[in-house]
């Protein structure tokens, strides 16, 4: 691995990482809009609670998230599926909510593949890792 030795801590993280990397459904329900929001700013306690009852509030359910501290920089993805009809609403009170100003807020809309049905995807990484652990 590049950049340094791989300690025990280090190998429960990744195989807790590739778990559930690939395990998860692509398919969206057809009868919502989905969105990635990402947020990145100071780390600070209450962000994800903050845009959670945004979200919720505005009718939208966050279906997937991932979430890290570097340092003292906090970054999230969330996946969320609203009404389509509650989609611009939603986007337009993300923007406006005092207690997420310093957070750099970002909305991109996800599209269904056009090219045909698939079946679900199976992939799997089991990663081992032999040696001396410092």
Do not use: Y
């Amino acid at each position: 691995m590049a950049g340094g030795a791989v300690t025990g801590a280090t190998l429960t993280m990744v195989e807790a990482g590739f778990e559930s990397l690939f395990t998860s459904n692509v398919e969206l329900d057809r009868d919502s809009n989905h969105l990635v929001i990402t947020a990145s700013g100071p780390d600070r306690v209450g962000w994800i609670a903050t845009l959670s009852r945004a979200i919720a509030d505005q009718g939208g359910n966050i279906t997937h998230s991932k979430q890290v501290r570097l340092g003292s920089s906090f970054i999230c993805v969330l996946h969320t599926a609203v009404d389509p009809e509650l989609q611009h609403a939603l986007m337009k009170r993300l923007e406006k909510i005092p207690e997420l100003e310093g957070l750099s807020l970002q909305c991109n809309m996800l599209t269904r593949r056009a090219t045909g049905s698939f079946d679900p995807p199976v992939m799997g990484v089991r990663l081992h890792c032999a040696g001396e652990d410092k």
